[in-house]
């Protein structure tokens, strides 16, 4: 019963972020250029990883093997996208 309640209760995140910092939920038809962006930034340099990934490319990570509904995330420093995570 106590496992059961924890599972299905909205937890509060552990994680505090400095002021003007924002995790967000990545949300398909609203967010796909804010990843390209993070994610061509940080990996432009990166051999085997130099091509850029495209909106339409990060659409089709809601029909990969593995997805996780929620599992993608935007760090947002004042409404600005500085980086991400895919939990997949």
């Known amino acids: 019963m106590q496992i059961e ?3 299905t209760s909205q937890v509060e995140p552990f994680i505090h972020f400095p002021i003007g910092y924002e995790l ?3 949300e398909f038809e609203r967010d796909e250029e804010a990843w390209c962006e993070v994610r061509n930034d940080a990996f432009a340099s990166l ?7 495209l909106p339409g490319e990060v659409k089709k990570m809601k029909h990969e093997e593995g997805y996780l509904a929620g599992g993608m995330k935007l760090l ?3 409404n600005v996208p500085v980086g991400l995570v895919r939990v997949p």
């Open 24 to 26: 967000k939920t990545f």
């Open 76 to 78: 947002f420093h004042h």
């Open 47 to 53: 051999a085997g990883s130099e091509t850029p990934v």
């Open 5 to 7: 309640r924890l599972l």
